[in-house]
């Protein structure tokens, strides 16, 4: 039987499972592959290089699935910003109407999707955000715990107690991200509240994603302890696999009076991660991954992968079941 939850009915999914908004990972092929196998597939919206490019992957993502996707537009710091509302306006016009926001000032884009009916869900790291974000109008939030790739804010709080949290203050529903890759996850998502769970590292490591095979399999070779946190010092922690460049950037954070964005731009360039995801060499550049590695065995298929996590997630539901006993039998 399919888990029903607030996500599965306000999404018209059948599994409580999203795909994070990746960059350089959210793209068609795999979109589609998830939202086939019965989650939310999420374009990440600024992989594509403009508005329009845009337009022809959520065109494309239509040839591949019948079933309801997402766009993903994150809010980065940056002395140009990329061109939001132009990013927002094609995907609207271009039908959708799901949306994953992320970042600093989601006001005027929440606002935006909104005033055109879309379903909003604003990604987070801590409850004071998302009660700003619940105030703002969206219809869910995505709780990011510190096990998150990526950046999991300044404050440091494991899912654990974040996600408690969140179940005390939050009036909306919400889902658990960071550190999710099993039907034992999203089992424990659930008892803390959440209504489904957002997985990132997970699907970069299935037959369609689009990185390159050895890094796949650098994945499923790794551990919870391969990564590292890079822009602790510059207070944009970011958490990322770690390979050589990494530990360089540390270094130089690490060194008497710090170092300044401009010392480890080029070690941390954008188009040298990507290249890693296209050539298969895992020490080119930084390359976002989190500690859920540790639990990353295979490379099944999206479909693969869905079937398991309901299975799994059925029997850890119904294996906690089965530990209450009537209250007489309790007491001998």
Partial sequence: MPIETKLTKLLGIRVPVVQGGMQWVGVPKLVAAVSNAGGLGVITALTQPSPDALRKAIQETRTLTKNNFGVNITLLPSITPPDYEGYAR???????????????????????????????IHKCTTIRHAKSAQRLGVDALSIDGFECAGHPGEEDIGGLVLLARAAQELDIPFIASGGFADGRGLASALALGACGVN??????????????????????????????????????????????????????????????????????????????????????????????????????????LLKRIERETEEAIEGLAKLRVPEAKAKL
């Avoid at 770690?242 to 530990?247: G, L, P, S």
Wanted: with cysteine; aromatic share 8%; glycine share 10%.
């Fill in 90 to 120: 094609a995907a609207v016009e271009e039908g959708v109407r799901i949306f994953e926001t992320a970042g600093n000032n989601p006001g005027p884009l929440i606002k935006y999707f909104k005033s055109k009916g879309c379903i909003v």
């Fill in 199 to 304: 997985m990132g590292t997970r699907f970069m490591c299935t037959v369609e994603s689009p990185i390159h095979q050895k890094i796949k399999e650098k994945i499923v070779a790794s551990t919870e302890q391969d990564t590292v946190h890079i822009f602790r010092t510059l207070h944009n922690t970011a958490r990322v696999y770690k390979n050589a460049v990494a530990q360089q950037v540390v270094a130089l954070e690490r060194r008497p009076g710090g170092a300044k964005f401009e010392d480890v731009r080029e070690l941390v360039s954008g188009q040298r991660g990507r290249l890693v995801y296209e050539i298969g060499d895992p020490d080119y550049g930084i390359w976002t991954a989190g500690i859920v590695m540790g639990l990353i065995k295979d490379i099944p298929t999206c479909e693969e």
